[in-house]
């Protein structure tokens, strides 16, 4: 198959920028120069457009300007070539630019369409669908299995966190280290970081369980089997108070669970947090970012391992892979329990943070959400995946209400813009797959199976083990 | 000299189509064994059995004295024999040293919490299989190429050279290679009969090879098994079945319409 | 040299009774069983509720075909088949209303003619409708891998949801009420009434009409080749994109009337119903064997009788609560244990 080149509209902008580049470069730069250069310019355009669109409307924001330069900082150097340490440069300062988000949030300036900033709770939600999204990347980007009922392991890790730190099992009265928890308290009450834990590994076994009946099936049968899963889900959450009339409450149905226990250690919760400095939102932000990191790391370390190149292999040829010794079955339900594990955990510590649980949000809708996250940013690339997620989240919370308000009042329209927001993400999906399927920022090898296609013949007489 | 593999009474069905039927074949081991017929004959769904890509609908397949008709391909690889495909089937977006890699897959032993916590025994197993996924590289004719170049980027005698060194990571007793020399020009055919041979001298394997290429048939083979419509029509050396009545008619007959 | 086969084959890998056909057959046991205690309690409810679950059975049927049209020539799951479905009815009862100025309880003559009228609009609708979202939204992606256009699809139903949450609100739409509910008969307190057995004789005709045009005629041949084999049918010089566009129009037409005859039969729809619906007829279809026309029809009505008892029957039924859980569950059970479902054959070796 050849490979395709499109003609874009920005072929001549691309042409004068070469000969530019070659006048001020000379005709032999290296690599690293050329880039650097066109980062450079990007940014000069960026700043200089921002600026055009920005002053009139908001006159000048030195917030604007100071993003401006750290961007500039982050983007243009050619930070990778200083041996060793030059690689950790940008996630280094990346990380610290989150980490101190709560500090500034509230002094950024305001975007054009979209508004303010995300405020820091926000910024806790965003987290949280990062880490799903990394979690779920592990098995659409990597293994290259179209999972549909994600939604399950984020229920699953949700419930067992409200089961087991809340009054829920009243007749009961167990705790074991619950932060802030009076022991007169009915109810089951373990420390959250335990649960967090046991949250991933149930998850990560149910990922298994039901991974192992389902994983032998062709790609699309998989993901409407995942999705069946995923319906059955919050039917079960729903329909859980009184189990076929035997009485045994076990989701407490509609109403769900709540409250549930906080984080925290000792006497002291996130909830109530400690003077004006802990706030309980910056507390649960920076247990995020942590746990982020961690689901980062652990999806970079798997990558790169044994296992992550029979993930990629079987992505791309399943029979070959068999043929190389991969034992199918095996190595797709281990794709599956990481990234259930990593969603039972992000699904636990989100109801902590939220101290409850409905059916209500366990809906088919998240599940596409998640993926539509995977998707936009790039399937198998987890910094792609990660802006995909930060961003789609920013939308669900804040974004598309703030997009919306813009355009009623600019346009005169009357539109309850995130009333449609589902559709919005379908449209998202369907431009991106026709138009970008590697995603906004993909990984070198996604973005060459879409120019070339795969070998996606199913392996279908062998019953692999 | 014992046999390394040995198919008992063979047996594939589509449907009610008879693909391949009731076929009784040996491969000694240390041989270069060739399987030859017009197309259609069922070469490849006899490869495919052996490889465990199909379930035989009946039949024994017996390797180092043990029954692995049926077993999923992964234990059949396991049990030391590595293949080939008639249609190059790499894996495209990994490099030419991952393509080897994944061929070392069940070499490795890292687990899932292992490679996440990088144990130095990790490390050193990672170090190790690549020096020898390099070695594999070389010795396969591919040490002038770019290790870290995507396969799909490689020139078909590469991807040719980079499939055989895929299947030599798995350590193979056996060797399957189908259809090899399709697509090669008489020079690189030439040099990859040579390296087959090598393969037998150097590396102790044993070879099965489904070829169309008749100079390279008598050129390397121990013996020759020839196939139509699914039955084994005749066996023996090459030079038997030069001279071989049925094989003659096989090829003319359905060889000169089909072709 | 020359080697005989010898006979007989040694029966080494022939199947024997392995723990899913027992388990299965166990299940089919129990199931059989609960329906004759109830049919035993109940006899009159039960033959009732039989009837109801015919007549949803024959809607999910003409859904489910779709499902299958489009499965068999291009191997997708097309996720937006159920919202099209759901926009077939949104037009019906629109065109039932303003078009033919239909209002509840109208009866004669006038009434056939304007729901024949509303059928053909609300079947050339959703053809074409199916046909614009295959062009847009499939065709691109033709030569991509698998997945992309399964995630397309999915995008598309989103969309076409919320083109009928614009449209018509987020609440249920009256339709307006024009199936008699007379008796047909009243045989010991069982009655069948007027509105379902329409339901069964606008389906038939429309079945029949589907299988001679995919038996009969030459797009109807056309089709099957494609299925068979893209390749090869455009060597023969079948113009393979104007058949796909042709399967996705019956497709969307046949939803076209499954709308329309939900919307007269349940009486009234909203905007998130087609996904739900589309899911439970894509089991359908499965369960009959993808690619199968009789098939989906026999597991259509399968579901719907299954749908119909677990929502209507009293002993040990789990209730509508279920009914979507129970539904899921067969779909998986069977794309597990048998994937080929319950006409169909198995898939001949590729790869």
């Known amino acids: 198959m050849a490979i395709r080149r499109r003609t874009g509209f920005l072929d001549p902008v691309r042409e004068r920028v070469e000969v530019l580049e070659r006048r001020v470069l000379g005709d032999d730069a290296g690599p690293v120069a050329r880039r650097t250069f066109n980062r450079g310019l990007s940014a000069v355009i960026v700043g200089f457009l921002g600026m055009l669109i920005l002053a009139p409307l908001y006159g000048f924001s030195v917030a604007a300007i100071l993003a401006w330069l750290v961007f500039v900082v982050l983007y243009v150097p050619p930070w990778e070539v200083i041996p060793r340490v030059g690689r950790f440069v940008r996630p280094l300062l990346a990380l610290s630019l989150a980490a101190t988000y709560p500090f500034y949030a509230l002094n950024m300036f305001t975007i054009p369409i979209f508004g303010a900033f995300p405020d820091v709770a926000t910024g806790v939600k965003m987290l949280v669908f990062a880490m799903m999204a990394i979690g779920l990347n592990i098995v659409v980007g990597y293994a290259g299995l179209l999972d549909l009922g994600y939604v399950a392991f984020y229920a699953i890790g949700s419930y067992t966190v409200a089961w087991f730190a809340s009054i829920q099992f009243a007749h009961q009265n167990i705790h074991f280290w619950p932060a802030g928890v009076p022991s007169s308290l009915p109810g089951i009450h373990i420390s959250i970081w335990l649960l967090l834990a046991l949250a991933g590994i149930l998850t990560a076994i149910v990922g298994v369980i039901i991974g192992l009946p389902t994983l032998r099936l062709r790609g699309d049968y998989l993901a409407i089997v995942t999705l069946g899963f995923g319906e059955i889900m919050p039917q079960v959450a729903r329909n859980g108070d009184d189990f076929f009339g035997t009485g045994f409450n076990l989701t407490n149905g509609p109403n769900g669970i709540t409250p549930i226990d906080s984080p925290g250690f000792g006497s002291f919760t996130f909830l109530a947090g400690h003077g004006s400095f802990f706030t309980p939102d910056r507390l649960f932000f920076w247990t995020a970012i942590l746990l982020v990191l961690f689901t980062v790391f652990c999806s970079l370390r798997l990558r790169d391992s044994r296992l992550g190149r029979a993930w990629i292999a079987i992505r791309e040829d399943e029979t070959a892979a068999a043929a190389m010794g991969v034992p199918l079955m095996r190595t797709k339900t281990w794709a599956y329990a990481a990234g259930a594990f990593f969603g039972g955990i992000a699904g636990g510590y989100y109801a902590s943070f939220k101290s409850a649980t409905f059916p209500g949000d366990f809906f088919f809708n998240i599940s596409v959400l998640i993926l539509c996250m995977v998707i936009l940013g790039g399937m198998g690339n987890i910094w792609g995946v990660m802006v995909g997620a930060l961003f789609l989240e920013y939308l669900d919370s804040e974004g598309l209400a703030n997009t919306g308000a813009w355009l009623n009042s600019n346009l005169g329209l009357n539109i309850d813009v995130p009333k449609y927001e589902f559709g919005i993400f379908g449209l998202i999906l369907v431009v991106v797959m026709l138009f970008r399927p590697q995603g906004l920022i993909p990984s070198a090898r996604r973005k060459a199976e879409f120019e070339v296609g795969v070998h996606d013949e199913p392996l279908y007489n062998a019953t692999h083990g | 000299m014992a046999d390394l593999l040995r198919a008992e009474l063979l047996r594939k069905e589509f449907g009610g189509l008879v693909a391949v039927d009731d076929v009784d074949f040996t491969i000694p081991t240390g041989t270069i064994v060739s399987l030859i017929g017009p197309n259609g004959a069922g070469k490849t769904t006899f490869f495919n059995m052996l490889t465990g890509v199909y379930k035989p609908t009946s039949g024994k397949i017996i390797l180092h004295g043990e029954q692995v008709g049926g077993k999923p391909p992964h234990a059949i690889t396991q049990r030391g024999v590595g293949r080939t495909f008639q249609n190059i089937r790499l894996f495209q977006t990994m490099t030419a040293l991952e393509n080897v890699l994944v061929g070392m897959h069940t070499q490795l032993k890292g687990g899932i919490v292992q490679s996440i916590l990088k144990t130095p025994k990790i490390r050193r197993e990672e170090r190790e299989a690549r020096v020898h996924a390099r070695e594999l590289l070389r010795f396969s004719g591919l040490g002038d190429v770019d290790e870290e170049e995507y396969a799909r980027n490689l020139s078909y005698g590469d991807q040719r050279r980079l499939e055989v060194a895929r299947a030599l990571a798995i350590e193979p007793k056996l060797l399957l290679l189908d259809e090899p020399t399709a697509g090669m020009n008489p020079q690189e055919t030439l040099e990859f009969t040579a390296f087959v041979a090598k393969l037998r001298a150097d590396r102790e394997l044993t070879i099965l090879l489904i070829e169309h290429d008749m100079r390279v048939v008598m050129g390397i083979s121990d013996r020759v098994t020839v196939f139509d419509y699914g039955e084994k029509i005749a066996e023996g050396t090459p030079a038997e079945i030069q001279k071989n009545e049925r094989v003659i008619e096989a090829y003319l007959g359905s060889g000169a319409t089909a072709a | ?351």
């Open chain 3, 1 to 351: 040299m020359v080697t005989e086969a010898r006979r007989p084959p040694l029966p080494l890998l022939r199947n024997r009774p392995s723990f899913t056909t027992v388990g299965g057959l166990t299940l089919v046991a129990l199931l059989i069983v609960w329906l004759i205690v109830n049919l035993v309690k109940t006899p009159s409810d039960f033959a009732e509720i039989f009837l109801i679950g015919l007549t949803t059975g024959c809607i999910y049927a003409l859904v489910a075909l779709g499902y299958t049209l489009v499965y068999g020539i291009l191997q997708l799951i097309n996720f937006a088949h159920g919202d099209v479905f759901m926009l077939g009815a949104m037009m019906s009862a629109t065109v039932a209303a303003s078009v033919f100025g239909l209002t509840s309880g109208q009866s004669g003559v006038v009434v056939w003619l304007a729901v024949f009228g509303t059928l053909i609009i609300a079947m050339a609708f959703c053809g074409t409708l199916n046909a614009t979202i295959e062009f847009v939204a499939y065709r691109p992606l033709r030569n991509a891998p698998r997945l992309a256009p399964l995630i397309t699809a999915i995008g598309v139903s989103f969309i076409l949801q919320n083109v009928g949450l614009a449209w018509k609100g987020p609440n249920y739409i009256e339709v307006v009420d024009v199936l008699p509910k007379s008796q047909v008969f009243d045989i010991g307190g069982v009655t069948y009434t007027w509105n379902k057995l329409i339901v069964v004789l606008i389906t038939v005709p429309v079945l029949i009409l589907l299988v001679w045009l995919v038996e009969r005629t030459r797009q109807g041949k056309a089709m099957r080749a494609t299925a068979q084999d893209m390749d090869a049918s455009a060597m023969m010089g079948i113009n393979v994109n104007r058949t796909i566009s042709f399967t996705f129009l019956i497709a969307g037409a046949l939803a076209g009337a499954a709308g329309l005859l939900y919307a007269l039969y349940v009486t009234n729809v909203r905007y998130d119903q087609g996904f739900q619906l589309g899911l439970i007829a894509f089991t359908a279809a499965v369960l009959g064997g993808v690619g199968n026309l009789p098939g989906a029809v026999l597991g259509a009505i399968c579901i719907g009788l299954i749908q119909a008892f677990n929502e209507g029957l009293t002993w040990h039924a789990p209730g509508s609560d279920w009914t979507q859980s129970i539904v899921f569950a067969i779909l998986i059970l069977i794309l597990v244990f048998r994937p080929e479902g319950l006409l169909g054959e198995r898939t001949p070796e590729g790869g």
